[in-house]
């Protein structure tokens, strides 16, 4: 049997590796534009030279995976086309392509590697008093404000967004604002419009400028899944069954951001149990039985402050949000034992 899977972040390793535990006699073939498996959630350390976010692929999947560098182009009807011509055959697919962004003009996006790196690159040259603008409310132009205040306390920091820190209830919302004050960094409630030769445009009107503009905005996911002719929603996400198979081919599973799966978004806590659970749909197949349905399962929400602070908050399974929250220390823990073990559960093809 040939199983190929397309992309290397939590969901596609996490796939990888269980599938050749419970199928040691498949070939499984991880394609992934880059050599390195890339940790997402701390891209805004590697801006900030706080930590770093790649590791060699070859230390991540299991002995007898075979992994290749390139980009694919089409994927179906029992085949992945490369844009360099380059073809494989296979018996299920796992689609793990994850999201991307899609900045403004004059911004540099930090939620991808490539951008992250033009970002740190960017950040080194500031001199003491440069302004930084962060735009983006969300988890990721928190973080990214945060990390960069904290690592460089001589810089002036901007943090735009119409509702920061707005996927949390009101009590941990105002707790994050109140750490990212603690950091110096300016919460600025509006919207980037756009950015002009280094001057932010704000909706309301005004505006400032900035020696670096930072793109913390996560949204769409690529159009592989359009391009190959597969069923998408309008987001362009892949449309899936109860056990995420395509519904337009059922040899191709989709797992990660770029499922349209109920109950899906995007995080690493729901990209790894995504690529277990397709491993888990294939071996099944496999053996001539019928696969089981997806359920997500939600423990809580997360930013990171810095190095020395971060607010959690805990949820229900279906991610509604409950009262209890954390903060300080024990958050800073409970945050880093999450990012270590979502790591460490695509290596071990657990998921979760």
Not at 147 to 174: M, T
Not at 326 to 339: D, F, L, Q, S
Request: net charge positive; glycine share 12%.
């Amino acid at each position: 049997m040939k199983i190929v899977v397309i992309g290397a972040g939590y969901s596609g390793t996490a796939a990888a590796n269980r599938l050749a535990k419970k199928l040691p006699k498949a070939e499984v073939t991880v394609i992934n534009p880059r050599p390195d498996f890339v940790e997402r959630v701390r891209l805004h350390q590697r801006v900030a030279g706080t930590a770093a976010a790649a590791t060699p692929l070859t230390t991540m999947l299991r002995t007898g995976i075979t992994s290749l560098v390139g980009a694919v182009d089409k994927v179906g009807a029992g085949s992945v086309t490369l844009d360099d011509g380059r073809s494989l055959d296979y018996d299920y697919a796992v689609l793990a392509v994850g999201s991307t962004v899609q900045p403004l003009p004059g911004t540099v996006p930090v939620g991808t590697w490539e951008g992250a790196e033009r970002a740190r690159e960017a950040l080194a040259t500031l001199g003491a008093g440069s302004t930084v603008a962060v735009v983006g409310g969300g988890p990721t132009g928190i973080e990214t404000a945060a990390e960069i205040a904290a690592a460089r306390p001589d810089l002036r920091v901007r943090l735009v967004g119409s509702s920061v820190a707005g996927s949390f209830s009101p009590g941990p919302q105002a707790r994050v604002r109140a750490g990212l004050e603690r950091l110096t960094v300016e919460i600025v409630d509006d919207e980037v419009t756009k950015v002009t030769d280094g001057v932010v445009h704000l909706r309301s009107g005004e505006t400032f400028a900035a020696d670096l503009t930072l793109w913390a905005i996560v949204s769409g996911v690529p159009d592989l899944a359009a391009r190959s002719g597969l069923a998408v929603d309008e987001s362009g996400r892949a449309i899936v069954d109860e056990s995420l198979r395509s519904v337009t081919d059922e040899r191709i599973l989709v797992v990660g951001d770029c499922a349209a799966a109920t109950g899906g978004r995007m995080a690493c806590q729901v990209a790894g149990p995504q690529g277990a659970h397709a491993a888990d749909t294939v071996a099944l197949l496999a053996g001539g039985r019928a696969p089981a349905p997806y359920s997500a399962r939600y423990l809580g929400r997360g930013v990171s402050l810095g190095r020395k602070d971060a607010v959690g908050q805990f949820t229900r399974r279906d991610d509604t949000l409950l009262r209890a929250y954390v903060a300080g220390g024990p958050a800073v823990v409970i945050k880093e034992m999450g990012t270590r073990g979502a790591k460490f559960s695509a290596r071990a093809g657990i998921g979760s």
